[in-house]
């Protein structure tokens, strides 16, 4: 069985990047979103990504955002990987050449299979919380039975997930990865040493 991935995400610090890297993070999260509370300049992003050690991805998540800002945070920050979590069209994620993900708010009635068959072109599918008003971040769960088994895309679970809880998660939902920010910060945007310490500690207990 293949260990489970772990991203960070919402970082604004260099010292909390760091620690999540030695801790065994594979991914780093920056929000490029100006309306949530941990947005980052992409001029700290870019800092922040500068300093990171070798084979760590980083990511840049993006709102319903207009093509040419899309552009120019790429022009700034040298990102490996992008996640989309608006309404954004499978021919407009595709077209920044780097690879995606597309992140999905999870509720009755929504179709998972047919989403993910929508959106073929991504690396995975980012499950979340379906919160009104928001995309993310809010740290709420969902029930982790709406998710059916055999979606063709590899599946990164998200949504109030946290140490207490990512244990139950990854062996439940056995994703590719699991997708975490609020669950591991003392304020947004603000990571905890501890709780991220306790989180991965979490996540080996469900891999064995």
């Not at 499978?90 to 050449?97: H, I």
């Not at 088994?149 to 809880?165: C, D, E, F, Q, R």
Request: contains cysteine; aromatic residues 8%.
């Amino acid at each position: 069985m293949n260990k489970t991935a772990v991203k960070i995400c919402g970082l604004t610090r260099e010292e909390d990047a760091l620690a999540a890297a030695r801790l065994g993070a594979h991914a780093l999260g920056f929000v490029f979103y100006a309306r949530s509370p941990r947005y980052v300049e992409p001029v700290r992003a870019a800092a922040i990504v500068r300093v990171l050690p070798p084979f760590v991805t980083s990511v840049g998540l993006f709102v319903n955002a207009q093509a040419g800002d899309v552009e120019r945070v790429l022009d700034e920050v040298p990102l490996d990987l992008l996640q989309f979590h608006g309404e954004e069209t499978p021919a407009y994620c595709a077209q920044f050449r780097r690879p995606y993900i597309k992140a999905l708010r999870v509720r009755p009635g929504v179709d998972l299979l047919q989403y993910a068959r929508q959106y073929e072109g991504a690396r995975g599918l980012l499950l979340d919380a379906f919160v009104e008003g928001t995309h993310g971040g809010t740290g709420s769960g969902f029930d982790w039975n709406l998710i059916p088994s055999g979606l063709p895309l590899p599946v990164v679970l998200s949504g109030g997930i946290n140490a207490g809880n990512v244990t139950a998660a990854i062996q439940r939902v056995r994703p590719c990865a699991v997708d975490v920010s609020s669950g591991v910060e003392s304020a947004p945007g603000i990571k905890d040493a501890r709780k991220m310490t306790d989180f991965f500690q979490g996540v080996r207990n469900a891999d064995g």
